[in-house]
């Protein structure tokens, strides 16, 4: 079943219709400052769990809302936003990745004529991503900035390709596997440049249990279930052991990741399709998607490293 996409498109000059607009698709909101250029164009596009919304207004837009119970990141491309939570106010402007606010706390601040994309997922998705043990609460992200301006470039990267390059392509965000891929690559993301609460060591039970056992029933689980949407702590769970300990084993016995395996695995069942398609009808973008690739490029790349060519070569015969 393909993956629907649900689209919304907003621009008008009027500010008590922009006001309304925002108080619907968002939180209640209100608009105040400098009016001189009325005009607040918005465009959203939702597949999954990701929306992704390109925003631009030319004037000041005051905000204070409740908790959006979602993972919420901002990319500032000009103009700037001010974060006035809890009696703060730290200020974001172009070039700039963050978190707008905790996903279950409320918020208030300020847009300055600015220009920006929201990218949204849902924080269960985070959840999956970093696998935590049922003992260890839930995530938390508990810093707004990127920890370093490379994490911050990162993250921008990913939020960036999700809006001009998954969305604009229908062979990929057609593709449920390939959504949920790119939404978890995301999700990563974040935790790799966010503050937040998973960041500490492993226990003695997870070295204990990241034996070879552990990576036998891992490996059979992934072989047999490729080709739906699995990520870290679906792996774990099947192999009855913690994430932690998941990633003990493979680092230990296999030289990898977890997550660097299930990608081994289906680029191989990629090239496997590849080797048997009539290449009269079949692409390889559309053949990559099936397998969870969402970026073209980054496809080619691992295939060319592990085959020795590119994938059009093999599709082509």
Same mark, same amino acid.
């Given at each position: 079943m393909?993956? &629907?996409?649900e689209t919304l498109s907003f621009d008008s000059d009027s500010l008590e219709d922009t006001e309304a607009f925002l108080s619907s698709a968002y939180t209640p909101m209100r608009i105040g400052g400098p009016t001189e250029d009325t005009r607040a164009r918005i465009e959203r596009r939702a597949v999954g769990t990701l929306t992704v919304d390109r925003l631009s207004f030319g004037y !000041?837009? =005051?905000y204070d809302a409740g908790s959006l119970g979602r993972v919420c990141l901002l990319s500032v491309h000009s103009g700037t936003l001010v974060d006035r939570t809890s009696g703060r106010e730290e200020v974001f402007g %172009? =070039?700039?990745?963050? *978190?707008?606010a905790p996903p279950d706390q409320p918020y208030r601040g300020e847009v300055r004529s600015a220009r920006y994309t929201i990218a949204m997922f849902d924080l269960a998705v985070l959840e999956k991503v970093a696998g935590n043990p049922p003992d260890a609460g839930p995530v938390r992200l508990t810093g707004a900035r990127p920890v370093t301006p490379a994490a911050d470039r990162q993250l921008a990267d990913v939020v960036a390709y999700l809006r001009d390059g998954l969305l604009d392509n229908p062979a990929a965000w057609q593709s449920p596997l390939v959504v949920a891929s790119a939404v978890q690559h995301l999700a990563a993301a974040t935790l790799a440049? *966010? %503050?937040?609460?998973t960041q500490t060591p492993p226990t003695r039970r997870d070295s204990r249990d990241g034996g070879n056992d552990t990576l036998r029933r891992a490996t059979v689980f992934v072989d047999e279930h490729a080709h739906e949407d699995i990520?870290? !702590? !679906?792996?774990?769970?099947?192999? =009855?052991?913690? %994430? &932690?300990?998941?990633?003990?084993a493979f680092r230990r016995h296999a030289g990898t990741t977890p997550m660097a395996h299930l990608r081994t695995v289906r680029l191989d069942l990629a090239h496997k399709d590849l080797l048997a398609a009539d290449p009269a009808t079949a692409t390889v973008t559309g053949i990559a998607a099936r397998w969870g690739f969402w970026h073209p490029g980054h496809?080619? !790349?691992h295939y060319r490293r592990a085959y020795g060519q590119g994938p059009g070569r093999t599709l082509r015969g």
């Open positions: 393909k993956t &629907r996409m !000041d837009m =005051g %172009p =070039g700039e990745t963050f *978190l707008l440049a *966010l %503050p937040n609460s990520g870290l !702590d !679906d792996i774990a769970r099947a192999a =009855g052991v913690t %994430p &932690r300990a998941l990633q003990y496809f080619a !790349d």
